[in-house]
Nanobody, 126 residues
Framework: QVQLVESGGGLVQAGGSLRLSCAAY????????MGWFRQAPGKEREFVTA????????AYADSVKDRFTIARDNAKNTVYLQMNSLKPEDTAVYYC???????????????????WGQGTQVTVSS
């Protein structure tokens, strides 16, 4: 019911910034909690951040807290990930994901997210 398309990835030097976008196509985007996950080569996909359907609640992995910011613009059917102070350890393919939920409680388990984008590569050089 929802198609997600990420964009904004690229190559950046350590300490730099990137803003990822995830455009959603489908009905009732505002009824979905949104999350960002990432997967580095040879590693499992891991939780990065999530935001409730209303934007009123956010959650962050400890590794990105105070550096990354998630936001959503329901009028544009888009969720954003602002990444500042990037580190080489942030290098990964970043995926946006969606799950039907109007709760303020956010999920970190990727298995609970129903819809996934194709991913966008973020590479941070040292």
């Amino acid at each position: 019911q929802v198609q997600l398309v990420e964009s904004g990835g690229g190559l950046v030097q350590a300490g730099g910034s990137l803003r990822l976008s995830c455009a959603a196509y489908g009905r009732t985007f505002s009824s979905y909690a949104m999350g960002w996950f990432r997967q580095a080569p040879g590693k499992e996909r891991e939780f990065v951040t999530a935001i409730s359907w209303s934007g009123g609640t956010t959650a962050y992995a400890d590794s990105v807290k105070d550096r990354f910011t998630i936001a959503r613009d329901n009028a544009k059917n888009t969720v954003y990930l602002q990444m500042n102070s990037l580190k080489p350890e942030d290098t990964a393919v970043y995926y946006c994901a969606a799950r039907p939920s109007q709760s303020l409680l956010l999920q970190r388990n990727l298995g609970l997210y129903r819809y996934w984008g194709q991913g966008t590569q973020v590479t941070v050089s040292s």
